[in-house]
């Protein structure tokens, strides 16, 4: 999978080839990654690529043109590392959620060899003429406001990889929370008893219907309880 990073900070992405499973994947080539700094095809010897907002209020805007120049080069990089296609998303506090639905559609994507292309907001916001023009995707990660969409990238960047072929085992990916729209049961391991606490009899029967069946009914007494939101999904239409 080709993955390129419209930012003002491209130094913060690299953290994603340097530890954990999105280090082993790159290595072992299932992902690749560059970025693309606006500063790159600003025009003025500052290298500006803000400037105030029209109608005035707080805060600096991004301008279109260094970051359409920015996904124009991406794409070609694309087209010529094989990519038939090219989607772009803007990371934005006012996105659609990130659910595990759309990361698992996002790494099924590779094998139709669609590239990605994350763009990085900074700032009060980008130009809307750019995002009309160029973003296909506005996905944000939380209700909440970041410095910028550097961040989001990454997490997104991590979740995607996680699914991509070859980069977890199968069973991991399908045993882990909203893979079937619930969330995760609780975990243990040695020692069988901590600090007063003891690992679940059933855990340690092996009979493993038991444990198959005391496995559901956690999982859906924790969605029930934390995220019954999950549970309201799966209710069928009026």
Do not use: N
């Amino acid at each position: 999978m080709r993955i390129d990073v419209v930012t003002l900070f491209p130094d913060m992405f690299a953290v994603l080839t340097q530890f954990g499973v999105s280090r082993r994947a790159h290595e072992q080539g299932t992902w690749r990654m560059a970025s693309w700094d606006p500063r790159s095809f600003a025009t003025d010897v500052h290298r500006t690529v803000d400037d105030r907002p029209f109608g005035g209020g707080p805060g600096m805007v991004l301008m279109a043109e260094p970051l359409a120049q920015c996904v124009e080069a991406a794409r070609t990089a694309q087209r010529e590392a094989g990519c038939d296609r090219t989607h772009v998303i803007a990371l934005s506090a006012s996105g659609t959620p990130l659910r595990d639905a759309r990361v698992r559609c996002l790494a099924a994507q590779a094998a139709a060899r669609v590239g990605l292309v994350l763009v990085c907001g900074r700032y009060e916001g980008i130009d809307q003429r750019f995002v009309d023009s160029f973003v296909d995707e506005e996905i944000s990660i939380g209700d909440f406001i970041l410095s910028g969409g550097e961040i989001a990238a990454m997490a997104l960047i991590d979740a995607v990889v996680r699914h991509l072929p070859g980069t977890m085992k199968q069973e991991s990916a399908e045993d882990e929370s909203f893979a079937g729209g619930r969330l995760d049961v609780p975990h243990y391991t040695r020692p069988e008893s901590w600090r007063g606490q003891e690992v679940p009899a059933v855990l340690l029967s092996g009979h493993h219907a038991r444990i198959a069946r005391w496995r559901e009914e956690q999982s859906l007494a924790r969605t029930r309880r934390v995220r019954p939101d999950l549970l309201q999904d799966d209710l069928p239409g009026d």
